[in-house]
C-alpha cells in the first residue's frame, strides 16, 4: 500500500508561484511514475505532469509547459510541483498519483496510477 498526501496549494495573484508536495508513505520503492493531475470547478479531472523516476523521463500538458516544474526524491517517494507563471485557469483542485505497475506508457492514461492523494487546492485570483 501507498499513502500519498498533498500539501503547499492556496489562494495566489495571476502571475505568482506555488509550490506543491506530495508525501509518499508506504511501499515508496515501488512509486514507479509520479504524475500531479488537476481538476477545475465543472470539468473533467487533466494530466498536468508526470516524472519516471526511473530515469527522470517527464512529461507535461501543452498548457504549462515552461511554467510548471515536476521533480521528485527517489529516496522518500516524494514529488513535487513547482508552478510559476500561474493564471486564473490553473485554479483546480491538484492530485497527485503514483503508478507502482508500469514504468512505461502514457503518461497522461489515468488509469495506469493506482494510488491517489486526496488534493490540495489552488485557487488564482485576476
Known amino acids: 500500500q501507498v499513502q500519498l498526501v498533498e500539501s503547499g496549494g492556496g489562494v495566489v495573484q495571476a502571475g505568482g508561484s506555488l509550490r506543491l508536495a506530495c508525501a509518499s508513505a508506504g511501499r515508496r520503492h515501488d512509486n514507479l511514475v509520479g504524475a500531479w493531475f488537476r481538476q477545475a470547478p465543472g470539468k473533467e479531472r487533466e494530466f498536468v505532469a508526470a516524472l519516471r523516476r526511473t530515469d527522470g523521463i517527464t512529461g507535461y500538458l501543452d498548457s504549462v509547459q515552461g511554467r510548471f516544474t515536476i521533480s521528485g526524491d527517489m529516496a522518500d517517494g516524494s514529488l513535487f510541483l513547482e508552478m510559476n507563471s500561474l493564471q486564473p485557469e490553473d485554479t483546480a483542485v491538484y492530485y497527485c498519483?503514483?503508478?507502482?505497475?508500469?514504468?512505461?506508457?502514457?503518461?497522461?492514461?489515468?488509469?495506469?496510477?493506482?494510488?491517489w492523494g486526496q488534493g490540495t487546492t489552488v485557487t488564482v485570483s485576476s
Open positions: 498519483a503514483t503508478d507502482t505497475t508500469h514504468y512505461y506508457g502514457d503518461f497522461k492514461l489515468q488509469s495506469r496510477y493506482n494510488y
